[in-house]
């Protein structure tokens, strides 16, 4: 096997990579157009963005950032970067050229920047670099969904399409219905994942955690929260060699989430990426709010939204799984056909519901918060928050409302998302969210008495 990328280097190995990288040019990548490229796979730059490297600034690599994949100083390699090519990647989003340095030189990373920006291609790409034809798990991944891990595991195949060609590679997405015995052993060089599943594998010793050379926790923020999965990270990690190296990324972290990622670092030498909070929306997604007078008139008035409004692909999110049946049945039933997905479902049933919903096969979706990370559906021109995202208590919860508006405006198109507000709290609730990304004004207020021919030109969902 080859030396463990995930111990720190020595210092003038950094140095060296720090230099390289200063004096190289850009390498012209394949595709003639990068930014129609960047469009076709859906990075939401824009110029304005501001990533903000918060590593020490005594660091050789604080601040470095690469133009080019092909920078030779990355060692990506000629078969990952023909897969990266085939997925119309072309340069380097802001969020990858500066922590793919930092990932090649092994140090833990704390990454955050907006939906769409290119996040899970940095990691997939460490995980694949590090790799080796050896018969064992060498890079674990972790998310809070098992659409999420199968997503990932998707965009694993697609990028590392060559190396699994052509040197054997194996990728395993371990979900929850799988049966596994004592004595069994993971052989798949990178594993994917949700926690309990793999704490669970972890202890049975059918996942061999010394073995693993790089830990990634994808949605980091909600992976490291106090109880649930938080606690199940912990005791992966706690599974796993002191030198693994631990990359978390998301669009949105707390102060407590960043403590604990340190200390999940053991130690071992780290960096932290991050943009600007009022930076954090794309600018792709109109955001609205839609007062109506009580819940009976909400349920009457998104009905005749939904019969006028021509939308791609909608998404509709509610609070509770009771809530999901209910509207779904009750909107089906005066003409909208709509699925319903949340965590109490079956798991096959879950999987053919986002099967028909990417396929098109349906238009509408009603789900919790299950749906609310991660997953790409290029045709989503339209969210809708039937309930307003809070935590337990009622205060506001601005995070998940980031990452439920973030499932549209997707691979460069274009999208709208429309709140209903049906009594003040919720109002209360809107109010907290734009002062939190300090964004007074971003939601703006379709008057009650819009019609829905008006309702179609606002919402620009055409």
């Given at each position: ?16 990579l ?6 190289a ?88 920047a ?21 018969t ?10 098992r ?123 780290w ?9 954090i ?5 109109a955001?609205?709010?839609y ?30 799984r ?5 509207l779904?049945?009750t ?43 991660g ?19 009622g ?10 508006v ?18 003040e ?38």
């Amino acid at each position: 096997m080859s030396a463990v990328l995930a111990q720190a280097p020595a210092a003038e190995a950094v140095e060296d990579l720090a230099a390289s990288l200063q004096e190289a040019g850009t390498v012209a990548a394949p595709p003639e157009d990068a930014d129609a490229a960047i469009e076709e796979i859906g990075l939401r730059e824009k110029e304005s963005d501001q990533v903000i490297d918060k590593s020490d600034k005594k660091d050789p690599l604080y601040a470095i950032s690469i133009t080019s994949f092909e920078d030779p100083a990355l060692e990506l390699g000629e078969l990952i970067l023909k897969g990266l090519y085939e997925m119309k990647f072309s340069r380097p989003s802001k969020i990858q050229a500066a922590s793919l340095p930092k990932i090649k030189m092994g140090r833990n990373l704390l990454a955050q920047a907006h939906n769409g920006t290119g996040k899970t291609c940095c990691f997939v790409l460490g995980m694949l670099r590090i790799v080796t034809p050896d018969t064992t798990p060498q890079a674990l991944c972790i998310c809070p969904t098992r659409e999420l891990a199968k997503q990932i595991e998707e965009e694993v195949l697609k990028m590392g399409k060559y190396l699994i060609l052509h040197k054997g590679i194996k990728v395993k997405c371990i979900l929850r219905d799988e049966r596994w015995e004592r004595g069994e052993r993971i052989t798949e060089q990178i594993v994917i994942g949700t926690p309990g599943k793999i704490v669970s594998l972890l202890n049975m010793k059918v996942l061999d955690g010394g073995s693993i050379r790089m830990f990634v926790l994808d949605e980091a923020d909600e992976m490291l929260n106090l109880g649930g999965l938080g606690d199940q990270s912990k005791r992966i990690r706690q599974r796993l060699r002191k030198d693994v190296q631990t990359l978390f990324f998301s669009a949105t972290y707390t102060d407590a989430v960043k403590r604990l990622a340190t200390q999940l670092s053991m130690d071992n030498p780290w960096s932290q990426i991050e943009v600007k909070r009022e930076h954090i929306f794309n600018d792709q997604v109109a955001q609205y709010f839609y007062r109506t007078n009580g819940v009976t008139e909400k349920l009457e008035r998104l009905t005749e939204i939904l019969s006028v409004v021509n939308v791609g692909q909608c998404i509709i999110f509610v609070h509770l799984r009771d809530t999901v049946e209910q509207l779904a049945n009750t909107l089906t039933a005066n003409g909208h056909p709509v699925s319903p997905l949340h965590g109490r479902m079956e798991a096959g049933a879950r999987d053919k519901v986002l099967v028909d919903f990417r396929n098109g096969t349906t238009r509408f979706l009603v789900t919790t918060n299950v749906l609310s990370r991660g997953i790409d559906v290029p045709a989503v021109t339209l969210v809708i928050n039937y309930d307003m995202p809070v935590r337990k208590g009622g205060t506001a919860d601005p995070d998940t409302y980031l990452h439920r508006v973030g499932r549209t405006g997707r691979f460069g198109r274009k999208g709208s998302a429309l709140n209903m507000i049906h009594d003040e709290k919720e109002m209360v609730v809107l109010k907290q969210i734009e002062a939190y990304f300090d964004r007074q004004g971003l939601i703006k207020e379709i008057p009650p008495d819009t019609d829905g021919e008006e309702f179609e030109k606002i919402l620009n969902v055409q």
